[in-house]
């Protein structure tokens, strides 16, 4: 089956560590993206990327990072960095022209004790 | 920088009842896209509006892009139970960014 995949699903961490958020897709598209989602909020975006080991921040870059190496792969680190990591993460990934619709991942419930 | 506004942030209405939620960009779009997300669930992917002063129509409801490109509305009619989400919409500008509005929250009582 074609889609997007993020794992996992919820992640607990404790407080000061760095834990990295999968996003894996077989869609053979071009452009994928990281989103925050807190309770009751919209969709921030973190960072994105149009192109293989290309990519740019979002609004809300400061505390994360991410690589691409792969056209399938998006890995979303958060780092110590991030005051409050606590929240719903959302990978996305679109075909790349603007003409072209966004599908989502099921989400990454990060939770930081 | 960019940005995609909407409003209302929240509505709650009654089973049968009309929804309208508005999206507004700073800049002109080259598309505007609505997407619903369920409750625990991810956004999914509803339509999209390409053309100045597009209407188009899924059952009931109805998506208008304006004619300045920088407005949006979703109109549900009578809604139902199975209508409860958030609403999002998302604009492509010229660059190919891809911003997502604040979301409305729908509550639909039966």
């Keep these: 089956d074609g889609g997007i995949t993020q794992s996992p ?3 607990f961490r404790k407080e000061g560590q760095n834990v990295t958020l999968s996003c894996e897709q077989n869609l053979n598209h071009d452009a994928m993206y990281w989103y925050r989602q807190d309770p009751g909020q919209g969709l921030r975006l973190i960072y994105y990327s149009q192109i293989v080991n290309d990519f740019q921040k979002g609004d809300i870059a400061e505390g994360y990072s991410v690589s691409r190496e792969k056209k399938e792969s998006f890995p979303l680190t958060v780092t110590s960095a991030q005051k409050n990591p606590t929240a719903f993460y959302l990978c996305a990934s679109r075909l790349g022209g603007k003409n072209t619709e966004a599908f989502f991942g099921q989400g990454t419930r990060l939770t930081v004790v | ?13 009654q089973e049968g009842e009309d929804f309208t939620t508005y999206c507004n960009s700073s800049t002109t779009l080259s598309n505007i ?3 619903k997300q369920r409750p625990g669930g991810h956004p999914v992917f509803l339509i999209q509006l390409v053309k100045s002063g597009e209407v188009k129509k899924q059952k009931r409801l109805t998506f208008q892009f304006g004619e300045a490109k920088k407005n ?3 109109h549900i009619t009578a809604t139902q139970t199975t209508d409860v989400g958030t609403y999002f919409c998302a604009g492509v500008n010229d660059f190919n960014k891809f911003y997502f509005g604040s979301g409305t929250k729908l509550n639909v009582k039966p």
Excluded at chain 2, 1 to 12: C, E, K, S
């Design chain 2, 1 to 13: 920088g960019q940005q995609v506004m909407q409003i209302p942030q929240y509505q709650h209405v």
């Design chain 1, 9 to 11: 699903k919820y992640l």
């Design chain 2, 33 to 35: 896209q609505w997407y």
């Design chain 2, 72 to 74: 949006s509305s979703l």
